[in-house]
DNA sequence: ACATTATTTTAGGCATAACTAAAACAAACT
DNA sequence: AGTTTGTTTTAGTTATGCCTAAAATAATGT
């Protein structure tokens, strides 16, 4: 049996591959809150059903099949986020908490119904993209807002949905993934970043700025 | 710390407590579909967590605290069948195998959004009352369609929500909660009850007559 | 009152998923 | 190559929540 936990370490290991190969246990154990020791006691487990290959010393990688279920997951957190936002009202920082318990009790059929009403949306409201049914993804290649050059324009891709303090902030701000904006100037030292969004002009440090993921305009 | 398991415990002796005044190990072993031994000992730490007190060999009797827990679970179990029904479109069948999972993850933060979404309901889909934020119910007095006498008019009050065979057949008659109709003639043998509703005419036999819980109506 | 039957508890186990402390191993540094 | 440091695994426990089998208690029938 799929439980709540397995759940969450293989969500866990498929975000953790975006920047290892192989994930290590202690980067596991970091991101699950949990002791190296007892992550490998689990990833013994989930090796042995076939989620992941597990070499010893080495770190673990997820199987199509542990793919799949890890993606599953990602997809029904991502609609609930984004159903909460758009449906109930809930404020953007909130959703991803309530999400962490939605994403492992939605049936198929709920999954499916909130996907309708919603009218099959590409992102959560914190610019990640939903799998599809068949566990498709296209991450948009982004990066730093601190790595613009000033005077160029981009658009906001993604925040990171674990920080609510941040996302306040950037909600207040109106600094939401698909807004177009300009960096306008850096000043000295990177203290402060000059953003023109339309006709206002919004100053952000250097602290938020770099949790702003951007990607360039193309034509 | 309350788990899943504990709430499942608390809102089965709560519906148990309707018919029993003690709830026996027995009765509740059987309506969570567990070991009686088992049982014991879970009611033992429940007792000590001063959920209900617990007499050996006699049974157990829910504390104001354990009374407002199980409230509060069926509170959120029966928002979420409304909600599901009203606002999501799942058939009426369905909703309550899914509250039994929403019901443990949903905040008190969405439980309020979602009632207030419906315009505070008063009734579960089945026509079970919802207790108020500050745990208060009032159960209408029903009995079964089989007692009313021919010829008097009552409101279909109450349906037995785990039965999703019974609910699709209700449903697709119209025989659901909050419809007027009059029982026009009773068999012989009790083999079929003859039932108006409006202009239509319906006949169902005695064990879906059974299941159907109805008020007399008062002017 | 005594025996039978039904209910409930006790005793002893098991699986899951966590922990700490100690040992083993790998990587990096001199 | 040998030592230090950091990472990972092993070994031994713990808490939950379930199980079966046996013993104890309560209820019922003669
Ligand atoms: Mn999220
Ligand atoms: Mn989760
Ligand atoms: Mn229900
Ligand atoms: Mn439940």
Redesign the pocket.
């Known amino acids: 049996?799929v439980?709540?936990?397995?759940e969450?370490?293989l969500k866990a290991i498929y975000e953790l591959q975006r920047k290892y190969q192989s994930v290590?246990?202690?980067?596991?154990?970091e991101s699950?809150?949990?002791?190296?020791?007892?992550?490998?006691?689990?990833?013994?487990?989930l090796a042995e059903n076939g989620f992941l290959t597990?070499?010893?010393?080495?770190?673990?990688e997820l199987t199509p099949e542990g793919m799949e279920k890890a993606l599953k997951v990602i997809r029904v957190h991502r609609l609930a986020e984004l159903y909460m936002v758009k449906m109930l009202g809930v404020p953007w920082d909130k959703v991803h908490e309530e999400a962490e318990k939605w994403e492992h009790v939605l049936s198929e059929e709920l999954e499916e119904r909130i996907e309708a009403l919603l009218g099959y949306p590409k992102w959560c409201p914190h610019g990640s993209p939903i799998p599809s049914r068949e566990g498709k993804v296209e991450y948009v290649k982004s990066f730093p807002l601190t790595e613009l050059a000033a005077g160029i324009s981009a658009v906001i891709a993604e925040v990171d949905d674990r920080n609510p303090e941040l996302l306040r902030y950037l909600g207040e701000l109106g600094l939401i993934p698909g807004e177009e904006i300009e960096l306008v100037e850096i000043a000295p030292f990177d203290s402060l970043f000059r953003i023109k969004q339309g006709e206002s002009q919004i100053d952000i440090g250097k602290e938020a700025a770099s949790k702003i993921l951007v990607t360039v305009i193309v034509e």
């Open positions: 049996m439980t709540e936990i397995i969450n370490y290590p246990t202690n980067a596991l154990a699950l809150s949990i002791a190296p020791a007892s992550v490998t006691g689990m990833i013994k487990k597990y070499t010893p010393y080495r770190g673990v």
